[in-house]
Nanobody, 124 residues
């Protein structure tokens, strides 16, 4: 079982930046594809970005492309979501998740393990 812990959320003004972190307790994430998702109140959980197991491919949702950046440390023990030019519509609980799949990384059901989430609130 993989236990994921997100951190780095908070309250920021529109146009500001935050960096979220996701760490797997006691293990590296190098054997997993990793995704970031978010869920706003009253809405379904939606895809933000993902990285393949190999670490060679990163994709982004259109709504965050050019503003958010997915990165990892050297050992892929921690992954990061750098969020710039934040907008009020980015307000949500952000989750990281892991999958052993090589496909369908935009889909919620592809992922096996999820963190508890971290709240990001962007004020206008």
């Amino acid at each position: 079982q993989v236990q994921l812990v997100e951190s780095g959320g908070g309250l920021v003004q529109a146009g500001g930046s935050l960096r979220l972190s996701c760490t797997a307790s006691g293990r590296s994430l190098s054997n997993y594809a990793v995704g970031w998702f978010r869920q706003a109140p009253g809405k379904e959980r939606e895809f933000v970005t993902s990285i393949t197991r190999s670490g060679t491919d990163i994709v982004y949702a259109g709504s965050v492309k050019g503003r958010f950046t997915f990165s990892t440390d050297t050992n892929k023990s921690t992954v990061y979501l750098e969020m710039n030019s934040l907008k009020p519509e980015d307000t949500a609980v952000y989750y990281c998740a892991t999958s052993r799949s090589a496909y369908g990384l935009r889909g919620v059901t592809t992922y096996d393990y999820w963190g508890q989430g971290t709240q990001v609130t962007v004020s206008s």
